[in-house]
């Protein structure tokens, strides 16, 4: 008979190392400053026209994309919003992340900053995702 444990529907996470050669604190940065934010956020082909990040833990952020081909329309902006749920500056953000292209799903995002040789290890951890399409 099987128990709970086994019968529990596994949760979809997706999880990210990468060397940045920066200091932990530029790094940092690079996630808390909408300036800097604004500057490298998004996948391929996408600009960052708007982020408003008030990162502290219960404070909520709001980041807008859109497609490079229509950086100069109004058209074809998604947004990602939520709340900041843990925050040890220079070590850790944790947020809420609730995107329109993908509405009802509120998942989770936990980014660590760890120095290492040569700049700065980021580890991203996104789980509670509730598709593998979502999760792609």
Not at 46 to 55: E, I, K, Q, R, T
Not at 62 to 74: G, H, M, Y
Not at 114 to 119: T, V
């Amino acid at each position: 008979m099987p128990t709970l444990e086994t019968a529990a529907v596994p949760t979809l996470m997706l999880e990210q190392s990468r060397i940045i050669r920066a200091p932990r604190e530029r790094v940092y940065e690079a996630w808390t400053k909408p300036e800097i934010l604004k500057q490298w956020f998004g996948p391929t082909h996408f600009v960052c026209p708007n982020a408003s990040l008030d990162v502290r833990e219960g404070g909520s952020y709001s980041i807008d994309v859109k497609p490079l081909s229509e950086a100069n329309s109004p058209h074809g902006m998604a947004t990602a919003a939520g709340t900041y749920t843990k925050v040890v500056p220079n070590e850790l953000l944790q947020f809420t992340w609730d995107p329109t292209w993908n509405p009802g799903e509120v998942s989770l995002v936990t980014v660590t900053f760890a120095d290492a040789r040569g700049g700065t290890q980021i580890n991203i951890r996104h789980e509670l995702v509730t598709s593998e399409q979502s999760r792609d």
